[in-house]
């Protein structure tokens, strides 16, 4: 690396690439590198799909944790936990806590109303097929015919 320097005007790629980024950044400002990266992200999800992003943040996850062990993720967690505490104030957690647990309440409601006309639904099913067998004269679905206003049965 020494004899690169040496030479007149030569650098390394390493180099080259980091003066480049931060011309583009000088001239064009954060923002640019959070819109492209955006876009490139938006590009690999409709090309690979969510999966994807699955897997790599998984293996990252299994990485970070072999290399500083399952301890770092405690310590992250609780900055994390103490900042936003700093930040949105102490009632921030109890607040989407209830909201949370509100949600739950609305999800379970709603599985149980799905579970009981999946119920109805089935017994209606299992219903049906004893009401045909019986033929039409019997069936309930069919009503028998009144009187017309002149006593004809139409």
Avoid at 50 to 62: A, C, D, L, Q, W
């Amino acid at each position: 690396m020494q004899q690169d320097k040496d030479n007149k005007g030569s650098m390394t790629v390493a180099e080259a690439g980091r003066k480049g980024g931060e011309t583009v950044r000088n001239e064009r400002g954060r923002e640019f590198y959070e819109t492209i990266g955006r876009k490139g992200g938006a590009t690999v999800k409709a090309e690979r799909g969510r999966s994807f992003y699955e897997e790599i943040g998984r293996k990252g996850g299994e990485t970070v944790k072999a290399e500083r062990g399952a301890k770092f993720y405690e310590e992250i967690g609780k900055k994390g936990g103490d900042r936003v505490k700093a930040t949105r104030g102490p009632n921030f957690y109890e607040e989407i806590g209830r909201k949370g647990g509100q949600k739950v309440k609305k999800l379970i409601e709603e599985g149980k109303r799905a579970a009981r006309a999946a119920m109805e639904k089935q017994e209606g099913a299992a219903a049906a097929p004893a009401a045909t067998e019986e033929g039409p004269e019997t069936s309930a679905a069919a009503p028998p015919s009144e009187p017309s206003p002149g006593g004809r049965t139409e």
